[in-house]
């Protein structure tokens, strides 16, 4: 039975829930603010990452927009999922899966990441180039931004340690750790080249 009234209720509810987070991401916003300057940030936005519901990923999504160098339109953060680094930059069109970990990124438009996705800061966040310091005092010497194009999919519980072109497939449980072409799927530990894939996205 088609019940007109019941869709109406979803959109004012919805409505309701965003107009709610705002005011109640302003603390984490001032927060994650200060925490940028004493190098705490990825902890304030795991903090944020923890609230629930629909409500939740509003209030993620006022906290970023706030916070991250750029967020576009219709992106959302489902539970758990955070970013560690302020200076990402993430397009339009964006879903985040349950639990994932976003390093040092830049994401293009219209896509979509599964839960449980690790994307690493490069393949060497943690050098040991230099033999008169600790490998721990190294931690950050490697870190690089990594890019991932519009128009890609990421199944769950992959790792991603390279960038990712435009209109790209990474499976479930892939570790991808060389760069993955446009038009193709990347799939295994590490992930290979299974296919390309036709068609064309336009930003």
């Known amino acids: 039975m088609n019940r007109p009234w019941v869709k109406v209720l979803g959109v004012c509810l919805r409505a309701l829930e965003r107009a709610l987070a705002w005011p109640a991401a302003i603390p984490f916003i001032v927060v994650g603010r200060l925490s940028i300057l004493n190098g705490r940030y990825a902890e304030t936005s795991l903090i944020v990452s923890k609230i629930p519901f629909r409500f939740g990923e509003f209030v993620r999504y006022f906290y970023y927009r706030a916070t991250l160098q750029k967020i576009g339109k219709d992106v959302t953060f489902r539970y758990g999922s955070f970013c560690q680094y302020n200076n990402s930059q993430i397009?339009?069109?964006?879903?985040?899966?349950?639990?994932?970990?976003?390093?040092?990124?830049?994401?293009?438009?219209?896509?979509?990441?599964?839960?449980?996705?690790?994307?690493?800061?490069?393949?060497?966040q943690h050098s040991y180039a230099d033999p008169s310091k600790s490998i721990r005092s190294q931690a950050a010497a490697g870190r690089k931004t990594i890019n991932i194009g519009s128009d890609v999919w990421i199944g769950s519980n992959a790792v991603i340690a390279a960038n990712v072109g435009n209109r790209c497939v990474v499976g479930a449980g892939s570790v991808l750790v060389d760069e993955a072409e446009d038009h193709s799927v990347y799939a295994g530990n590490p992930a290979r080249l299974i296919k390309k894939i036709p068609g064309s996205y336009s930003n």
């Open 91 to 124: 397009g339009n069109q964006v879903l985040i899966g349950y639990y994932t970990a976003l390093g040092e990124i830049q994401m293009g438009n219209s896509i979509v990441v599964g839960g449980f996705v690790n994307f690493l800061s490069g393949t060497a």
